[in-house]
Nanobody, 123 residues
Framework: QVRLVEFGGDSVQAGGSLRLSCVAS????????MAWFRQVRRKEREGVALFNTESRYGFYSASVKDRFTLSQDNAQNTLYLQMNNLKPEDTGIYYC????????????????WGQGTQVTVSS
């Protein structure tokens, strides 16, 4: 198990930027994959970006590619999501998730979740 805490959600205007942080507190073993999902109202959680902590390679959904960037600070076990050129459709609750195997876009495959942080983008 790993405890995840997100920071950085806020309200911004379209075209603005935010950086989300996810701090992971794990035991002796670090997660293989850390991911960001977002949820709008009662819709299913949508995968936004995935980070393989071993290869340090990031994967992005088509809707955020070239606007969002993942990075990790190993010393602090923190995963960052830099979000630029934000759009109203980026609005939602952003959740950090982790698993101890390969990354997957399916939210049901993650059992470790943070509490979420709200991002609101106004036009």
């Amino acid at each position: 198990q790993v405890r995840l805490v997100e920071f950085g959600g806020d309200s911004v205007q379209a075209g603005g930027s935010l950086r989300l942080s996810c701090v992971a507190s794990a035991g002796t073993r670090s997660p293989t994959c850390m991911a960001w999902f977002r949820q709008v109202r009662r819709k299913e959680r949508e995968g936004v970006a995935l980070f393989n902590t071993e290869s340090r390679y990031g994967f992005y959904s088509a809707s955020v590619k070239d606007r969002f960037t993942l990075s990790q600070d190993n010393a602090q076990n923190t995963l960052y999501l830099q979000m630029n050129n934000l759009k109203p459709e980026d609005t939602g609750i952003y959740y950090c998730a982790a698993r101890f195997s390969d990354c997957t876009w399916s939210a049901e495959n993650y059992i470790n979740w943070g509490q979420g942080t709200q991002v609101t983008v106004s036009s």
